[in-house]
């Protein structure tokens, strides 16, 4: 009578750990996506791969802007920036990660820093003179914020990162 609880009690405490400890999937990224990120070699190329899918998004977004959606067009709208957004912050994390593994990241670096230059003139004239800036205002805001933090790091980046190997004549 006692083992029954018990035995049921530990299966549940055993399923809960074992979700845990499987990778967890980022809402935002298909599954190509996911298996590009996956399947890249080094940090600097999912640092460009996390870059071009935030270019993506916001591209996107502005299409979705101009041809709205017959069904769920503000959930489309939201859940393009808040990907965006969370595309952009991956790839500064990685950013942070390279820089900690002293990995030769100069690429996606140079690359975050300017399309980051990009997006905040994309998404300022977005939020200037946007079309139904109310759906979308806070993650606009958010997008601006993080976008901005991103160009951020990425500039305080290139000074950390080690300069590229110079050949030497004899």
């Known amino acids: 009578m006692f083992i029954a609880p018990l035995a049921m009690l530990s299966a549940l405490l055993f399923a809960g750990s074992a979700a845990a400890l499987t990778p967890q999937e980022k809402?935002?990224?298909?599954?190509t996506e996911a298996d590009k990120i996956r399947d890249a070699?080094?940090?600097?190329?999912?640092?460009?791969?996390?870059?071009?899918?935030a270019d993506d998004r916001l591209k996107k977004f502005q299409?979705?802007?101009?041809?709205?959606?017959?069904?769920?067009?503000?959930?489309?709208?939201?859940?393009?920036?808040?990907?965006?957004?969370?595309?952009?912050d991956d790839a500064a994390d990685l950013i942070e990660l390279g820089i900690h593994k002293q990995e030769n990241i100069r690429k996606g670096i140079d690359l975050m820093a300017a399309k980051a230059k990009?997006?905040?003139a994309i998404l300022n004239k977005l939020s200037a003179e946007g079309n139904e800036r109310e759906i979308y205002k806070d993650n606009l805001d958010d997008a601006i914020e993080g976008t901005n933090d991103a160009l951020k790091e990425a500039e305080q980046a290139k000074m950390k990162v080690a300069p590229p190997p110079v050949r030497r004549k004899n």
Do not use: K, Q, W
Not at 27 to 31: E, G, K, Q, R, T
Not at 45 to 52: A, E, Q
């Open 27 to 31: 809402d935002y990224l298909s599954a």
């Open 41 to 53: 070699e080094t940090t600097n190329d999912r640092i460009v791969l996390f870059v071009t899918f």
């Open 63 to 88: 299409y979705e802007l101009d041809h709205p959606s017959a069904n769920r067009h503000a959930d489309m709208l939201n859940f393009l920036l808040n990907s965006y957004v969370g595309c952009l």
């Open 118 to 120: 990009e997006f905040v």
